[in-house]
């Protein structure tokens, strides 16, 4: 006789003893309990043990070069506190002190989130490691309206059927108070293993806690106003993964991890993509199907099915925090609305997931290593173990894998005779490749970099690629620059060369050092590169000049200005160019100036009535670092904002709501 004892773990996997029948019962109680302790190493070996994974500590804390409760040099990790070592911490901290200061002389300020992101470059390199992108957020907490609606929200489902309320209070074991990720590779090639790395804190710390990180291929995006989620994928709702015969990826899709952890541990990661319920018939090439599939119902045509490694192995681990493990800079503020320093235990949660092992990295799934695998991410908490379990709270969707694209500027649009310019790329990314080409100009020197020298008239172009071994354009952009042959480059530059727009008139303003002689010519144009004279002015021994261009009925969305000086011995110069946005009918204007911004800028609002605004700025990871409410007048408004020097180089947006329309102007950050 033969005794069969076995096990289905939760991944559907099937373990086995074989004993014969002559096995004593000591021997089948030493058996049992050796198989006991095989099957929980089995479900329990890949979560239980702090790890340092691609160079980052995956062990419940959030401190760089403190590691599984010891001081240690060289690990990265969310923050620091600790001073030494050679690891980094990978969110940027600026305004952490003002923020908990706001905390404590304005406690409604403890009910606002906001976004952090990397604090370097995305994709830039690092300790030996390439650093995509990395963001924390801190979610609402108490009643809000970016919960689901108690009912049926689900996993599987379209986000088109999900239901938020205008305000409702969630469970504290539910409620999500802060969220953390990170991607990078572990190393600086794009061969090197892709990490995806997750935090979370929730409010409550007994019992299970069950969240989900889902990842999407669309833009999508949760409207407040209308309580709705739009930009989702077409396939009942999602992007659908797309294998050939052999099980070759064609088109990646959505992908979800979702974790439950227990009383002591993660008991539980799972990976699942977003499939049609055919491609189950498929063997997939770079990973295996679970065993598991979910759509909206039992019937569905689309759901998540899991997969796992082709090749055995760890390729995720997690842990949740001791006691008193430190929150971070910007402390924790509870759902009771206290802000605490330290988390409580079991409140802070952490885990890693090796995406090339796994399968998802695009150079496993695709072959191009510079292919995102994902554009958006909502972080959503869940009811009970069951993947289709309540859904409860969420945080975002939020951008992810945004490099800044290639923007160029000059600062001679209108070269002279014999001139030469330079023209740059005002946001470079360290590890992008750029290259640059013209259709009828000519580039003196090297034509790779992120800037470049010219000699003449044309247009020119730079190619960006993320990586210099892609060899496809993640962005490009195109400037026209044109030649006068009668002139010669203005050695003395007009200075504070500004213009405003006050209903239908123009009023430029600038400063030139007084030469007897000299004739200033305002000229206009609609495009930015025809010009054509509109006034003429003489030179003042003030040195200071203050000119109105009446519009009245010109009918344009933007006019473009520049000065012609001719000197007394008939040399000309121009200056540089300014823009002018004008208004159309009840749409609000947004000027900064300059743009790109070095240390300070101008903000103008144009409004036909007076109305309430609220003004919030934000940089290319989504992190809110600049907000104000001010009430604003009929016509031109203008504030001074000063701030800027705190602000990482980049592109950032302002954003204006006002009269429940929302309009949204882009500006760079120089060095």
């Known amino acids: 006789m033969i005794i069969i004892i076995g096990a289905v773990l939760k991944n559907g996997s099937l373990i086995s003893f074989f004993l014969t029948k002559s096995v004593t019962m000591k021997q089948l109680l030493l058996s049992l309990f050796l198989f006991f302790i095989l099957v929980t190493s089995h479900i329990q070996a890949q979560v239980t043990t702090a790890r340092i994974k691609a160079g980052f500590g995956v062990d419940a804390d959030l401190r760089s070069n403190f590691f599984d409760g010891f001081l240690q040099a060289g690990n990265d990790d969310w923050f620091s506190n600790t001073v030494g070592g050679g690891g980094i911490h990978i969110i940027d901290t600026t305004g ?16 606002q989130p906001f976004f952090r992101g990397m604090r370097y470059p995305q994709f830039s390199i690092v300790n030996n490691k390439m650093l995509i992108d990395a963001i924390f957020i801190r979610d609402h907490h108490g009643d809000d309206s970016t919960v689901f609606a108690s009912g049926s929200n689900k996993n599987g489902m379209n986000p088109n059927a999900w239901s938020t309320p205008v305000s409702q209070g969630i469970p504290d074991k539910n409620d999500i108070l802060d969220m953390f990720m990170h991607v990078r590779r572990d190393g600086i090639n794009s061969t090197d293993s892709l990490w995806f790395f997750g935090g979370l804190s929730l409010d409550n710390t007994t019992g299970n806690r069950y969240f989900d990180f889902e990842m999407y291929q669309t833009d999508i995006y949760y409207d407040k106003p209308s309580l709705k989620f739009y930009g989702y994928g077409p396939d009942d709702g999602h992007t659908s993964w797309e294998f050939d015969g052999a099980g070759n990826v064609t088109r990646a899709g959505d992908i979800i991890f979702t974790a439950e952890y227990g009383s002591s541990s993660l008991t539980a990661l799972e990976a699942r993509i977003w499939i049609n319920q055919s491609s189950l018939s498929i063997t997939p090439a ?15 045509t689309y759901g998540y099915a899991s997969i796992t490694p082709k090749t055995a192995g760890d390729f995720y681990t997690g842990l949740q925090c001791v006691n008193n493990t430190w929150a ?3 402390s924790v503020v509870l759902q009771n609305n206290s802000v605490v320093t330290n988390y409580s235990s079991k409140q802070f949660m952490e885990f890693s997931v090796n995406l090339s092992k796994l399968g998802l ?14 554009r958006r991410i909502l972080v959503k908490s869940r009811a009970s173990t069951s993947f289709t379990a309540e859904l409860k709270d969420f945080v975002g969707p939020f951008s992810f894998f945004r490099a800044p694209r290639a923007e160029i500027a000059t600062d001679f649009p209108v070269l002279c005779q014999n001139g030469v310019g330079e023209i740059w790329v005002t946001n470079p990314v360290s590890t992008s490749l750029y290259t640059w080409s013209t259709t009828n100009g000519n580039i003196t020197g090297d034509t790779i970099g992120d800037r470049i020298t010219v000699d003449g008239a044309g247009t020119y172009i730079v190619r960006q690629e993320l990586m210099d071994s892609c060899g496809s354009t993640y962005a490009s952009d195109t400037i026209s620059i044109a030649m006068n042959n009668f002139c010669n480059v203005l050695s003395g530059k007009p200075y504070n060369f500004t213009g405003k727009l006050f209903g239908q008139i ?31 002015v003489e030179a003042s021994s003030s040195g200071a000049y203050s000119i109105t261009d009446q519009l009245n009925s010109l009918l344009k969305n933007e006019l473009f200005y520049r000065l012609k000086i001719t000197g007394s011995a008939g040399r000309v110069y121009y200056s540089n160019i300014i823009r002018i946005q004008l208004p159309s009918g009840s749409e609000m204007f947004i000027s900064i100036t300059p743009n790109p911004v070095a240390d300070h800028f101008r903000l103008g609002f144009f409004v036909q009535y007076p109305s309430d605004a609220e003004i919030s700025i934000v940089n290319s990871t989504g992190a809110i670092v600049y907000h104000a409410n001010e009430k604003t007048k009929a016509g031109m408004n203008e504030w001074f904002i000063s701030k800027t020097a705190t602000w990482k180089p980049g592109q950032y947006i302002l954003q204006v709501k006002s009269s429940d329309n929302v309009y949204r102007k882009r500006f760079i950050i120089l060095q």
């Open 361 to 374: 990295d695009p150079l496993v799934t695709i072959g191009d290593a510079c292919a995102l695998p994902f």
């Open 328 to 330: 971070g800079p910007f």
């Open 286 to 300: 770079n990973f295996s199907w679970g065993g598991d599939f979910d759509g909206a119902n039992a019937g569905a």
């Open 506 to 536: 123009v009023q430029l303003k600038w400063n030139n050092a007084y030469t007897a002689g000299d004739i200033f010519e305002i000229e206009r144009s609609e495009n930015g590169l025809n010009f054509y004279a509109v006034k003429t």
């Open 96 to 111: 952490a002190s003002y923020i908990l200061n706001r905390y404590t002389t304005l406690p409604a300020t403890r009910m």
